[in-house]
């Protein structure tokens, strides 16, 4: 486990997380390629948003590539297993997450920053778990894509801590983190665990 705890956050993922997972794959890959397709939706989102500091255009550029082929591969493997993608369902650890979000300009880019870079962390500890399980799981020939998706969620949990600590001072980033990540557990706790990506 030394890699994942290179990962900033406060609390494990519970084990029992896994099992139901590994009990209903079939509903997990429909709500994970869901999350991809956000997540390179709000790359996009964030670009519109906050055109005018090139640093978040260039970066989100690459962040919504990235995601969106993170889809494209997920919904080839819901495609072979004859699933049919559905709608976007609630994210409950996710709202509960930008309910801290500030409302000023600098402050709500300032939270929502280090709130994406905390859900990359947590997709990026989960990914690894689940790739630590696969292998002696019928899904077995999974397990390199899933540590494949674990490293590059590690990549954008950097990357938006590092765009925020490029655009603001550190002592502000530094208190705004501290807060967020006790904050992250409450979310990530408060959820309940399905056989999904949160
Ligand atoms: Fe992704
Ligand atoms: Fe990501």
């Excluded at 997380?17 to 390179?40: I, M, N, P, S, Y």
């Excluded at 004859?82 to 976007?88: A, F, S, T, W």
Aim: hydrophobic share 50%; with cysteine; glycine share 2%.
């Amino acid at each position: 486990m030394a890699e994942i705890e290179q990962l900033p956050l406060l609390a494990a993922t519970p084990a029992a997380w896994v099992d139901l997972v590994l009990a209903d794959f079939g509903t997990f890959l429909l709500d994970h390629a869901c999350c991809e397709r956000k997540a390179a939706a709000s790359a996009l989102s964030f670009l519109a948003r906050n055109s005018e500091h090139p640093s978040v255009v260039e970066t989100m550029v690459t962040l919504a590539r990235e995601e969106l082929d993170h889809f494209a591969q997920v919904h080839r493997l819901v495609q072979k297993r004859g699933l049919v993608l559905g709608g976007d369902s609630k994210d409950l650890y996710v709202n509960v997450l930008l309910t801290a979000v500030r409302n000023s300009p600098n402050e709500r880019l300032l939270d929502r920053l280090l709130i994406s870079a905390l859900i990359e962390a947590r997709s990026s500890e989960r990914f690894y778990l689940l790739a630590e399980a696969l292998p002696s799981s019928a899904e077995h020939e999974l397990a390199a894509f899933y540590h494949m998706l674990y490293r590059s969620e590690a990549g954008h949990y950097r990357v938006f801590l590092r765009l925020a600590e490029r655009l603001f001072p550190a002592v502000e980033v530094a208190l705004r983190w501290q807060h967020l990540l006790r904050f992250e557990v409450e979310a990530m706790q408060s959820t309940p665990l399905r056989a999904a990506m949160h």
